[in-house]
């Protein structure tokens, strides 16, 4: 075979194991009850694949191939260790994969991907590990790449991996989908965790663009992965339970993501909301998502990430900035708040106030909710009030504040917004 | 009366010991635990996954909260312990849950070591 020949159908391989790879690697788990063995074998199904398949063709059902020859290559392992450890029982080598093709081809794996993610997202292990873990096994991410998007070295990466690994296995962590007792707290879990991969790829961070790119379309996927599992089990009350938030999330998601191509200048700087320009904004995204969240809303499950959602379609819906229904989105965020209190959320609300009726209006929310220490070293607060004070006339207060947010910030492109807006007031 | 003895030691140090090393320690304890046989004195006792395996859980308001880790507070001391059978980490979570020192303190679980 040519150089070129063997390139593209290296490519192709590895395309179809990344499309089935988290399918493979719960089946794996499934069987073995240990990350370890399933991705020792799934790592040697995938060197198998890269020598069998451009000779012998890629067999009907990959995902079927791929799960039968990992399960033999990890059984003649463990067999082979066994020995080792001294036993002397007969080492049978289990058929090789074209001996089985046929009847492979008509085999069915259940999907057992929610198992998985409910597994890796599991309250016991701590959440940067959830989050480290899912990116892993779901979303195929190597243990470098998770590291750079998280900004931590690659061996406290790996081993926060293995340790986590070991906890689920050594501590007997179940792999399952939970029915019992505190199934919401371990729903709330896993959509946090896809949410928190979105975010850390949404969020201006000092990570690389691409990488950021990478999470944000890793965790849509995961999303979706969830909603589609979600709709193959709608009869459970779990899924049940699950089902309107995990559409909510994927509407949220998308529809920040859609936004995305304007919320950064050409020059990298961040554009706020009301001056980006809205021809960038992917409508197509848009109306999937709005479609998404109706969906969702019509079970009458009201819950944050639908209310977020709710918050974000509005913006999207608007044709200008000068368009946005301000008041509906400051009663969304009072529900918000009631739901989950925050003062994260308080100061949104306080913001979208001062847009419905006026900075004063939106002043006085802010002050009210008694931010001022919760909030203290979050620059955004002390960026929102001192927006509320400049646009009031009160200059002075307004340049403390915005000097106080520029101490606070990290990011170059908002601590740039934020020095352009002291400069003007300095004029 | 009955009395628990807690043992504390340097995991890490244990981590970082010899097969041998381990062997000889382990010899230690079979003969301590003999001993304890032989004197009438031997009520239970088992060694523990390290802190890295143990789970923590608390009931504040009603709602609990399950954490990765020891308990790690030091204005609480240890004031009693169970060993319980549970088929998973969920049910050995669910057990810690009806347990009163979970409203009152926080329950640290540690899967038992089987030997």
């Known amino acids: ?427 | 009366m009955k009395y628990l003895l807690m043992i504390y030691t340097n995991e890490a140090n244990d981590a970082g010991a010899t097969p041998e090393e381990q062997m000889a320690v382990m010899t230690e304890y079979r003969a301590y635990t003999q001993q304890l046989h032989d004197h009438n004195a031997y009520k239970g006792g088992e060694a523990l996954m390290p802190t890295s395996m143990a789970t923590t859980v608390r009931i504040r308001d009603g709602k609990r909260a399950i954490t990765d880790g020891p308990f790690a507070e030091t204005k609480e001391q240890l004031g009693g312990f169970f060993i319980i059978e549970a088929p998973d980490l969920n049910g050995a979570i669910e057990a810690a849950s009806m347990c009163p020192g979970a409203k009152y303190g926080s329950v640290e679980l540690r899967p038992v070591m089987e030997m």
């Open chain 1, 1 to 427: 075979m040519s150089d070129a020949s063997h390139e593209a159908a290296r490519a192709s391989v590895e395309r179809i194991f990344h499309d089935e790879r988290g399918r493979v690697l719960a089946a794996l788990v499934g069987v073995f009850g240990d990350f370890q063995i399933a991705e020792d074998a799934l790592h040697d199904a995938l060197v198998t694949a890269l020598e069998r398949w451009p000779v012998d063709g890629v067999p009907r059902n990959p995902g079927a191939w791929l799960t039968t020859t990992a399960r033999h290559r990890a059984v003649d392992k463990l067999r082979r260790d066994r020995r080792v450890a001294g036993g002397d029982e007969e080492l049978v080598r289990l058929p090789a994969p074209e001996v089985v093709a046929d009847e492979m081809d008509a085999m069915i794996y259940p999907d057992e991907r929610l198992k998985l993610i409910f597994t890796c997202c599991h309250p016991a292990l701590a959440q940067e590990a959830q989050v480290a873990l899912t990116l892993r096994t779901l979303g195929g991410l190597s243990t470098e790449e998770i590291a750079r998007a998280f900004l931590t070295p690659v061996p406290t990466m790996a081993q926060r991996l293995v340790r986590a690994q070991r906890k689920i296995r050594d501590a007997g962590i179940p792999f399952e989908v939970p029915e019992r007792l505190g199934v919401g707290e371990r729903v709330a879990s896993v959509l946090a965790v896809v949410y928190l991969i979105f975010n850390a790829g949404y969020e201006a961070g000092e990570s690389d663009d691409l990488m950021r790119l990478h999470l944000c379309e890793e965790a849509i996927d995961l999303g979706r992965t969830l909603v589609s599992l979600l709709d193959d089990l709608a009869e459970s009350a779990t899924v049940r339970l699950f089902m309107p938030e995990a559409m909510g999330l994927l509407a949220l998601m998308r529809l920040h993501h859609a936004r995305r191509r304007a919320r950064v200048s050409p020059e990298g700087a961040l554009v706020l909301l009301e001056a980006q320009d809205r021809r960038l904004w992917d409508r197509e995204v848009i109306a999937e998502a709005v479609l998404l969240l109706d969906r969702a809303l019509a079970a009458r499950q009201p819950g944050p990430y639908q209310l977020q959602a709710a918050i974000a379609a509005l913006h999207a819906q608007a044709p200008e900035a000068a368009d946005t229904d301000w008041r509906q989105i400051a009663a969304l965020y009072a529900a918000l708040a009631e739901m989950t209190p925050s003062p994260v959320i308080e100061l949104n609300r306080a913001v979208a106030v001062a847009m419905a009726d006026g900075p004063l209006a939106g002043l006085m929310q802010l002050d009210r909710a008694g931010l001022d220490i919760a909030l203290a070293e979050y620059h955004l607060y002390h960026a929102a009030r001192a927006d509320l004070l400049r646009r009031l006339g009160m200059r002075g207060d307004a340049l403390l504040e915005y000097r106080r947010a520029l101490d606070l910030c990290r990011n170059a492109a908002e601590r740039a917004f934020l020095q352009s807006r002291i400069a003007t007031l300095e004029r």
